[in-house]
């Protein structure tokens, strides 16, 4: 099939090479012109595992083209796909104007008979906006098109997202046609090949459930925090209780793990949004507000452990800081807790000797310049002289430690594990302090 997606970040540019993959001849368009320059230079401004050597051997193989021209990319597709961002508004409302806008642009340029596919995460009742915008401007032009459009959600794991896409677990479809639902199950058959992951509904709905998912897997999240912060008051492990709780078949292993609260591009946004959904219907979302507030009171968690050591004059200290994005295997730090603690600890006077594998890049754009901060090339430069060690991301490379390396370089045999990652009886039997959450 013939392709085009609008927005080409991490949704659009997986979305569009896993398509171009199944033999589909995608168009990903943005209008954003570096990037666009760029990726038809083989650069690829995020880290995704294997999404780089994907998009080269289709571009090689005349499947997958970046382009700033939105009407060529709608005269040589049957399907369009909307992926740019829904980022939060100040009052926690999503920002939908990059959606509109690329909505009356459509309308501007539409040629012929299409199916507009939205993938953004959008508010309840934003695809019939879309509609609406679009067919003014068709409107406008005095000529007749017709369009169908659907929501179709994405469940991609940053960090995961290529293969996530390739074997997901359901692939929902809001609304559309008979005609339009059995074009978009020939579409994605080829990724699947298997009906029951594919699931209909109306078009509401398939909104409310990607909100509903990212909210359900916060509340874990938040709800595990919580337990953990009860476990540190009571001499419980939250390690032993995430095990003990995760056995049940009922409630499972995944999103449970405690730590400094969830982050990254979606959860701390789709969560607020969903709560403005609420609370212009007239409804008070009082679990809702619960995980948002247990998240934002877990950012603190860490820092006063620091303080509580340390003091809360941090000038004479210098701390490393192991892992800056949101999670391993993604250098996406938009919303990442490494910004807040970061921040925080410069703030206090501390000086910062950060390490990531694949995320510095991304932090200094949104950090900014700061003389507290020095980058380091790999894990051992960053902890040379420094009073502590403190790990943020859970990054493979940080999971064994060298504990001869750790003593000949810190100041002292201290680390702090947002992520609970280390075992505290092998830490202690090398001679080190070991602070981390709920256990
Ligand atoms: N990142 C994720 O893990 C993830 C997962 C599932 C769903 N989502 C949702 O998908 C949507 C996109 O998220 P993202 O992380 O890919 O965003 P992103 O910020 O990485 O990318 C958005 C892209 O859209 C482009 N853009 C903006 N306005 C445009 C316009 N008028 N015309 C053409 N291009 C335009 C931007 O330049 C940018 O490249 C959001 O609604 C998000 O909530 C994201």
């Not at 990726?39 to 595992?49: A, D, G, R, V």
């Not at 996530?164 to 809001?174: A, E, K, L, T």
């Not at 192991?322 to 603690?341: C, N, P």
Request: aromatic share 10%; with cysteine; glycine share 6%.
């Amino acid at each position: 099939m013939k392709i085009s997606i609008i927005g080409t970040g991490y949704v659009g540019l997986v979305t569009g090479t896993c398509l171009s993959e199944m033999g589909n001849k995608v168009y990903c368009v943005d209008n954003d012109i570096e990037k666009i320059n760029d990726l038809n230079n083989n650069i690829i401004s995020i880290y995704e595992p294997n999404l780089k050597e994907m998009v080269e051997d289709n571009q090689n193989k005349e499947n997958l083209f970046f382009t700033n021209d939105l009407k060529n990319a709608l005269d040589s597709s049957d399907i369009c796909f909307i992926a740019v961002g829904t980022p939060m508004n100040d009052d926690g409302s999503a920002n939908l104007s990059y959606v509109y806008d690329v909505a009356s642009n459509i309308g501007k340029n539409i040629s012929k008979e299409m199916i507009i596919v939205v993938k953004s995460t959008v508010p309840i009742g934003t695809s019939d906006k879309i509609k609406s915008i679009i067919s003014n401007e068709i409107n406008k032009r005095n000529i007749e098109i017709n369009f169908d459009i659907i929501f179709n959600p994405e469940f991609l794991k940053e960090g995961n997202a290529v293969n996530d896409f390739m074997r997901p677990d359901r692939i929902i479809i809001g609304g559309g046609s008979n005609k339009t639902q059995e074009t978009l199950r020939e579409l994605y058959n080829t990724i699947v090949m298997n009906h029951d992951r594919l699931i209909f509904m109306d078009v509401k709905s398939a909104e409310m459930t990607k909100y509903a998912s990212n909210a359900m897997l916060a509340t874990r999240i938040s709800f595990m925090n919580e337990i953990a912060n009860i476990c540190e008051k009571t001499g419980a492990n939250i390690k032993n209780v995430r095990i003990g709780v995760g056995s049940d078949k009922r409630i499972g292993y995944d999103y449970l793990y405690a730590g400094c609260g969830y982050g990254g591009s979606c959860f701390p946004k789709d969560i607020r949004s969903l709560i403005s959904v609420a609370k212009e219907n007239d409804y008070s979302p009082i679990l809702l507000n619960s995980v948002e507030e247990v998240n934002e009171n877990q950012k603190n968690i860490l820092i006063n452990k620091i303080f509580n050591r340390f003091g809360k004059d941090l000038s004479k200290y210098t701390f490393a800081i192991w892992g800056l994005s949101f999670k391993a295997e993604t250098d996406d730090v938009r919303d990442a807790f490494s910004i807040d603690l970061i921040k925080n600890l410069i703030d206090s006077g501390a000086k910062i000797k950060a390490y990531d594998p694949k995320a510095i890049r991304s932090f200094k754009n949104v950090f900014g310049e700061n003389n507290n901060i020095s980058y380091f090339k790999n894990k051992n430069e960053a902890i040379k002289d420094a009073d502590a060690l403190i790990l943020l991301t859970e990054w493979k490379e940080f999971r064994l430690l060298d504990f001869e390396e750790l003593s000949k370089n810190l100041s002292n045999n201290i680390i702090f594990d947002g992520r609970n990652i280390y075992n505290r009886k092998f830490i202690e039997e090398n001679n080190f302090e070991l602070y981390q959450i709920g256990c």
